[in-house]
Structures are given as C-alpha cells and as structure tokens.
C-alpha cells in the first residue's frame, strides 16, 4: 500500500476516534481492553490446562512403568504419600519456572518453549530429590525420573492440541498493527504474519509519524484497528521520532520494537540494562562454549541409540528387501563434515547397481532427460531410482542408518544438511558456520521445505542454526520432522 495511502487511512481513523463523544471513548476504550483481558485469560487457562493433563498423564505411564519393573514394591507404594508429594514438587517445579518466564502470558518460539519446559522439568526433578533426601524417602527412580522424562513431550503434544483449539475459536490470533516506513516495515509485516506458530496476524500497517507532527492517541487507534499488539518497525532509513516511544509507555500501549539487524543472532543475544534508559545486545556463541558443546554431544548419542534400538527391526526388514537384487545394503557418500572433515555418509541404497551405465543409456536415447540433467544434474524421474528406492527416498526411510554416523561422532541429529565438496563454494564465507558443528540427520532447512526452497535460503538457514543454537531448539526441529516426513514435503 502506497504511503500516502496509508496516511489517508490513518488519518480516517483518527477522525472518526475525533467525532466520538468524551464518555463514550473511555466506555469503548474500557470494554476493549476488557475483551482483551479475557482472550488472555482464555488462553493462559487452556495452556494451563494442558499442563496440568499432561502431569496426569505423564505421572500414570511413568507410575505403570515403575510397578511393571517392581520397583513399586519397594518404594512407591510403601510410602504413597510422600510419593505423592514428590510428584507435586515435580509439577510445582514446571508451573513455577514455566510461569515465571512467562509461557503463560507471552508469545515464544517453539524452540525457547520447549527449553523452558525442559528446564522447568528438570528443575522439578532436582526440587523432589532435595525433598525426598531430606524426609528420608527412598527415590523411586522410574516413576519419578520417567516422570520428569515423559512431561515435556506430553506438555508440548498437549500444548500443540490446545492452541489448535484456541484457534479455530478465534483466540490464539494476536492482531497486530506495525508501524513503521520503507521496506523494512514492509518485511517486518511479512516476517510477523509468517510465524504462525506465534499466532501474530498483521491488520493493519501504517506509517511512522513525523518527529514534531504530533502524536496519534495509541490507544484509539489500536482499538479502531482491533489491534492487541503495536510492533514498530524501524531502521536506519527510517528511524522513528524520539517521542514516540514515551508515549506508548504513558498510554500504556503494548508494544515491541523490531529493528533491523540483519546478520544479528536473535536467540544467541540478550538485553543487558545499564540502569538507564539505553540497553546493550550482547551476543553468546552456544556452539563455541565446551558446556553446551558437550550436552549436544550426549544428547545425540543417548537419543540415537534409543533411536537405532527402536528402528532396529525395521532397518532389518528394509535391509533385506534393498539386498534382493544381490546388491550391498548400505550407499556410502562422502560428503564434508565439522571442520572440514569428510566421511562416508551412510544410505540404505536407493538406486539399481548399474546406476552409471542404466543413466547414460538413457541420456543417449532422451533428448529431454539429456537436458534436464544437463541444468540442474538431476531427474525427476530417475531410471536408477528402484521401487523401494522411492519409497524410502520419500518417507526419508533411507536415512536411517545415518544414526551410525551420529555414534561415529561424525554427525548430530539435528545440523546443517551434509554437504559434498563442490558445494562449498556455494556457501561462500558463511562456510564458517557449517565447519562449527556436524552436519545433521534433519535440520532447519529440512523441516522448512527441504528441495522447494532455493540453495541461498538453505546457506541462510544453515548459518541461522548455527548462530542461534540452543538444546530446545534442537527439540524443536525433531518435533518437527515427523510432520515434514509424513507429509513429503520437499522430499526428493
């Protein structure tokens, strides 16, 4: 929308908010803000909710597991009551470290969500231990350890469940009004209304007013707009009057600021206050520090081998088909790993075993086939490609035995996507980001498109990962992959 455009509109809404009688703005303006108390109540209830049925739920499977293991015996039925208590110290520990940091009443990423409901678990967990030590209680460790296990998935699988609810009820969207001029507010508006999974929906956008024009009254016209959430958009290029943001404070607007800062790890920085009314952004590189490092490392191998114990009898079973042909199982590629390192990175093999001579064949006798390959050194209809092939490139099956490559220490669950030499030039200098850390099984580009996303966003995504690396994150992305498989999207 053109800016005077905009201004035109702008300027029709505060007109109308000008014809409106003195009692009758305030009787509107308190019945607004009274609608949006009670779509936040709303909200924060059934998060809460969720958390709560996730506890039961977690407390009864990790319950049944420890009287199948017969630990029960011996410590959770002996001394029901202070099990119980215990559990409540769990539950308490989440709720309290969960609503603390605000997941209650604020928009986060699936990501930092999830760290802080890990973190909050696991604060439980340490909060029942000191308990149980110091009322004498013998730990049952299944039940109450499984518990502090279970409760994140749940908490989050629940959480998801809700806010599809809230949703189609019309309460989880946070209609938001950006101000702000030139294209960064025009990509700011974009980049808002593309986290969906935050619920932000932009109605509406208008220009920043000019320093010593005067000031709009904020809160008309978000209430003229329905918006809940003022974001302004500023940059170099257009940079917002001194004023304005004092008086978002005395109105007592809610607003946030998203400036342009291209290149800036958002996750990895944080604001320092310096007592004063100016604040520092300072940058943390998870990746560089040993601490997160290590927990990286231990995450990955403890989860793949649960992951290659559970997937052993299906990986047999696809073993034996791939083998009928009197082919090997397993196709090793090399490809570049942390640092610079190559390795053979390990398939179930998808193509026939005369790949090469079945490729040229039809070269030689397709002119059309000769082309594609000739752009883009692929087909979309790959001859080699077998029919189980197919199948297992598709549901992303064939990369199964890459959890060997994860216990090797020569890749991680989650990372980069692992590339071949002659792609390193295509990363240019942010190769520097994908030598930090192994490349992984799934990713941010994988779980964001995969091959219908342009090898640019794929470099850019990349290097965002490594930028921004947090544990929760890594979560994230694995939650996420089984949807992105399922559906096939990007596959091939």
Known sequence: MPVAQRMQRLQLLLAEVGRMQPHSRVRAETMFRGRIRSVEFLVAGGLMAADGLAFLISVLVAGL????????????????????????????????????????????????????????????????????????????????????????????????????????????????????????????????????????????????????????????????????????????????????????????????????????????????????DECLLCYRNNLGRPLPRALKLAFDVAAASAALAMAAPVMLAIGAIVGLDGGPVFYAHRRVGARGRVFDCLKFRSMVVDGDAVLQAVLASDPQAADEWARTHKLRRDPRVTWIGRFLRKTSLDELPQLLNVLRLEMSLVGPRPIVSLEIPKYGEDIAYYYETRPGITGLWQVSGRSTTTYDERVRLDSWYVKNWTLGGDLAILMRTIPAVLSGRGAG
């Open 65 to 276: 597991a420890g009287s199948a293991s017969g630990e029960s015996e011996g410590g959770l039925l002996a001394q029901p009551h202070a099990v119980a208590e215990l559990l409540i110290c769990i539950a308490a520990g989440l709720a309290g470290y969960v609503a603390f940091n605000g997941s209650y009443d604020r928009r986060m990423p699936l990501g930092l969500e999830c760290r802080k409901i890990v973190t909050g678990a696991l604060a439980g967990l340490v909060l029942a231990a000191a308990s149980a030590f110091l009322i004498g209680l013998k730990l049952p460790r299944i039940p109450l350890v499984g518990t502090a296990c279970l409760l994140p998935l749940s908490v989050m699988a629940l959480r998801r469940l809700v806010r599809s609810g809230l949703d189609a009820a019309g309460l989880w969207r946070v209609p938001v009004l950006v101000v702000g001029d030139g294209r960064w507010a025009e990509c700011a508006a974009s980049r808002l209304q593309a986290q969906g999974e935050l619920g932000f929906d932009v109605v509406a956008r208008v220009p920043a007013p000019l320093a010593g024009a005067g000031l709009p009254n904020w809160s008309r016209l978000m209430r003229q707009s329905r918006a809940r959430l003022l974001v302004l958009a500023t940059s170099a290029e257009a940079p917002l009057p001194p004023d304005l943001l004092p008086g978002l404070v005395r109105e007592r607007v809610p607003y946030a600021v998203l400036p342009q800062a291209d290149g800036l790890p958002s996750v990895g920085a944080h604001a320092l206050s310096l007592g004063t």
